[in-house]
Structures are given as structure tokens and as C-alpha cells.
């Protein structure tokens, strides 16, 4: 994450991440989705169902703080994992 955000927008997750964790609380409109159909084939029968895929759009800082979440538990989610990752957003 640190590579392509400035620092101050680093500093400004881990902060939210931290109070969210320490707190136990998400918002529950902090998942939020929208869902887009997509047509598969132009050539299809567009009033089928069937010839729609669902596209899901998900806000880039709830991605975040799943990936932050998994990488700081994932010890306790897998018996592969060997607690050599550096966690850049310790909370």
C-alpha cells in the first residue's frame, strides 16, 4: 500500500484500521457494493439471464482493511504460515 499512496494517506488508514480494531466496530455501509450486470455475448439474447455475469464493485478502503486484516490474523487462520511478514500497519 505505501508505494503508491502518500504518506500522510498511510499514516490516516492506519490510523481508522487501529480505532476500528481496537473498537470492534465497522459501519455497516463500509462493505457496501455495487453490483453491475455485465453482458457476456453482444451476439446473445440480451433478455436473458443467463448472458449477464455480475460484476461487483467494492470501496478500495474496505479491500484495504480485509487485506490488512488477513495479514495481520492469518496466523490464526492457516498452519502455513511461517510470522515472517512485516506488517506496515501495526495495530
Known amino acids: 500500500m505505501h508505494s503508491f499512496a502518500h504518506p500522510l494517506v498511510v499514516v490516516q488508514l492506519c490510523s481508522l484500521f487501529r480505532i476500528m480494531v481496537i473498537h470492534g466496530l465497522v459501519r455497516d455501509s463500509f462493505g457496501n457494493s455495487i453490483i453491475i450486470p455485465m453482458l457476456k455475448d453482444k451476439n446473445g439474447n440480451v433478455d436473458s ?5 455480475a460484476i461487483t464493485l467494492i470501496p478500495m478502503i474496505s479491500t ?8 495481520l490474523y492469518s496466523h490464526g487462520l492457516s498452519r502455513r504460515y511461517d510470522g515472517s511478514h512485516h506488517h506496515e500497519c501495526d495495530l
Open 49 to 53: 439471464l443467463d448472458n449477464y455475469r
Open 64 to 71: 484495504l482493511f480485509e487485506l490488512v486484516i488477513l495479514e
